[in-house]
């Protein structure tokens, strides 16, 4: 009770304080979302523009080729189911009510006073997911959760914990969205992530939001050793505002992070994503790979690399294009070395689709819109391997639907 009271207070503090990076949203706009959406047995049985809404975020209402589903609407649990073995997934609450332990892996990588959003999410005890990988199993098919709000001008809290056991490994597949006629709310999402010595985790998550809509994801991940992290981080669709930076901290020797990022920033979107990487022991590595075009928006794509041991390789690529003169790129890579046996990389480049790309292919039969269309596919994807096929064939749906303009 007393670390409770401690971590209260510590909030309350921060109430005001300003994220560090992203456009500042007054929380006091918003209403709480509902927390009384009664409990559904299957995701088949919501009504049906809510099963389109989930599609349209990369969750599968039929739970095909899934271990598992979770369904988080407003700020009501509204659906749990397990098919798969090796794999635990329940409600953060549940989970602390069922393992007492799970209580220490709360606020443990997120500081609840980190800003004002973390602040407010602590204090109105946030639930979200709660998903555990048990030790030495691998886990064949991926675990799937949404995140949605289903009305209009209200807070979603959420706070989720995944915790991958000793040698086991994991695919999580996270679609973020908003019901349809929804038009404004915001999101604040608390994720802490831990990889115990040889798990591995692959981790990707689609955003379907509305265009007033704000999101506020707060993220941490411990890699322990010989462990690995895979991220991929997919904006594509209009939005008021995504302010995310998660960090991943390389804790133990040979544990790996990658970040991939990938977006879209339309008009009247502001994008502030960015990647972390601490690598805190030795021989461990990371990559940060951001492919970003704007057609009026504005994108920050940042990364931040932290060598704090020898032995350490890191690569950092910020990539963006232009597409529309409203459009605005800014690239911001940063690398930290602290000791003097490391490898650590970057590239950044923003500019525009080369005019002589577009005409080669013209040349063999495409029209511009097709062209352009092709080239901005391949940007999106280039340089970034092993991106799952769910993930490539949302981009094209993104792309064919997207005004991206000719030359």
């Known amino acids: 009770m007393q670390a409770s009271e401690k971590l209260r207070k510590k909030a309350e503090a921060a ?13 006091d706009e918003y209403e709480d ?51 798969g073995p090796g794999v635990e997934l ?37 639930d979200g997911y709660f998903i555990r990988a048990l030790a030495g199993q691998s886990v064949k098919l991926p675990v799937q959760t949404c995140l949605m709000m289903n009305k209009h001008n209200v807070s979603q809290y959420v706070h989720n914990i995944i915790i991958v056991e000793e040698g086991a490994s994991l695919e ?37 939001w509305a265009e007033q809509v704000g999101v506020r994801p707060r993220t941490v991940i411990s890699v322990g050793k010989n462990a690995t992290f895979v991220n991929n981080y997919v904006v594509l669709r209009p939005v008021r505002s995504v302010q995310s930076f998660p960090t991943a901290r390389l804790e133990g020797e040979g544990a790996v992070a990658k970040f991939n990022s990938i977006a879209i920033a339309h008009p009247g979107s502001t994008l502030d994503l960015g990647s972390r990487a601490i690598l ?10 951001s492919r970003a075009i704007t057609t009026g928006g504005t994108v920050y794509a940042r990364g931040h690399l932290v060598g704090e041991a020898p032995q350490i390789k890191a690569h950092l690529e910020c ?11 800014i690239a911001i890579p940063e690398l930290e070395a602290r000791v003097p046996d490391v490898e650590m990389t970057h590239e950044a480049a ?43 064939d949302e981009i094209d749906k993104a792309v064919s639907q997207t005004d991206i303009g000719g030359m």
Request: aromatic share 6%; charged share 25%; with cysteine.
């Open 319 to 329: 990539k963006g294009l232009i597409l529309k003169e409203e459009g605005v790129q």
């Open 15 to 27: 109430l005001g304080k300003r994220a560090l990076f992203g456009e500042d949203i007054d929380l």
């Open 350 to 392: 923003v500019g525009k689709i080369a005019k002589d790309q577009v005409e080669y292919l013209m040349a063999r039969g495409l029209d511009e819109e097709q062209a352009v269309g092709m080239i901005v596919r391949g940007f999106l994807e280039g340089g970034i391997k092993g991106l799952p096929q769910n993930l490539k």
């Open 172 to 208: 999580v597949v996270t679609g973020c969205t908003t019901a349809r006629g929804i038009e404004k709310a915001i999101h604040l999402g608390i994720s802490e992530i831990y990889i115990k010595e040889g798990g591995s985790l692959s981790f990707s998550m689609i955003h379907n």
């Open 280 to 289: 805190s022991a030795p021989r461990t590595g990371a990559e940060i790979i």
């Open 90 to 126: 329940m409600s953060l609450s549940a989970a602390m009510e069922k393992y007492p332990w799970v209580n220490e892996y709360a606020w443990n990588l997120v500081p609840v006073d980190a800003d004002k959003y973390t602040a407010k999410s602590f204090l109105e005890q946030a």
């Open 33 to 83: 979302a509902p927390r009384d959406r009664a409990p559904a047995d299957s995701l088949e049985e919501l009504e049906e523009d809510i099963q389109e809404t989930m599609l349209n975020a990369g969750v599968i209402p039929s739970a095909k080729g899934r271990s598992g589903s979770f369904l988080m609407m407003d700020n009501s649990m509204v659906h749990t189911s397990m098919i």
